[in-house]
């Protein structure tokens, strides 16, 4: 069933939530993080949580999309298909972060419909924290009309720095908790073989942790993480637990007040499970 275009422009709004230091820990320890920022309190400043735990506190107009009858979705056809964060302020332990979200995209493909929608989210002063840009995939929601349009593959440039990531058999459980992610493609094999899956796959957005980990200790030497300030990337196929998953990043060049470099990330059989994947580190 295509989804539903006029439910484009369809705002969303969240309570606010308080960061605690215990969760957004919990978060970090949960991708295997090792950055002093997110855990050590002897630091000047204090904690801040890790960027990517935007995933719980922006989170909140996500479930409102997936659930809103007039939208459309079929949930349990669904598979997160790209993200792109922007971080301009750190988040504490106490901030209160409020979140809305406005849908702003739907296109029909051969095989699924992508939905897209955009978030702003601002901390107990209103300043804008984070902004966000999130496209599912719903596998029921295609054209069945075959399409011309291909891939094209990416101008690769010197490789500056290289980091492969075994993936832990229970990492789709130790991240499910922190994140919010309880998916059942995530946490249920058997019900993931049945929806045409080979069985429990990775949450796209432990992927994308992984690879702004990588970014980090790769690319920014003092490994300060306001110093990244936007990470994209496109899913593109299923990471499973047991694989190992290689990052690697490239200079693309000046862009924004900083420099962009394009990222690779590979699974086991040297194929693409991040694609249009790019960072811009300040």
């Not at 719903?138 to 990416?154: F, L, T």
């Not at 490239?250 to 991040?274: H, M, Q, S």
């Amino acid at each position: 069933m295509a989804l539903n275009e006029k439910v484009i422009g369809k705002k969303y709004s969240t309570p606010p939530e308080e960061i605690t230091q215990h969760e957004s820990i919990y978060y970090g320890l949960a991708y295997g993080e090792d950055n002093d920022a997110y855990f050590d309190n002897r630091r000047e400043g204090g904690v801040i949580a890790p960027p990517m735990y935007a995933v719980k506190y922006a989170a909140g107009p996500v479930a409102q999309i997936i659930f809103d009858n007039e939208v459309g979705l079929n949930f349990m056809m669904v598979v997160h298909y790209s993200q792109e964060f922007e971080w301009l302020l750190p988040v504490k332990p106490k901030d209160v972060i409020t979140t809305e979200g406005v849908i702003h995209k739907i296109e029909t493909k051969e095989k699924g419909g992508i939905l897209g929608w955009q978030t702003i989210s601002k901390n107990q002063n209103g300043d804008i924290v984070t902004k966000a840009t999130w496209e599912f995939f719903d596998r029921s929601a295609g054209s069945g009309i075959p399409e011309d349009k291909k891939d094209e593959e990416p101008k690769i440039g010197d490789i500056l720095f290289t980091s492969p990531v075994k993936i832990k058999n229970g990492q789709t459980y130790m991240y499910a908790e922190p994140s919010g992610d309880h998916n059942i493609i995530h946490v249920d094999d058997k019900v993931a073989k049945e929806l045409g899956l080979p069985g429990i796959i990775l949450q796209g957005l432990c992927t994308m942790a992984l690879c702004h980990k990588a970014v980090l200790d790769g690319l920014v030497g003092d490994k300060d993480p306001m110093k990244l300030r936007k990470l994209k990337v496109r899913f593109a196929r299923p990471v499973l637990p047991g694989q190992t998953v290689t990052y690697q990043g490239y200079k693309i060049g000046a862009a924004e007040g900083g420099t962009k470099f394009g990222l690779v990330a590979r699974n086991d059989e040297g194929k693409d499970v991040l694609r249009d994947c790019w960072a811009l580190i300040l």
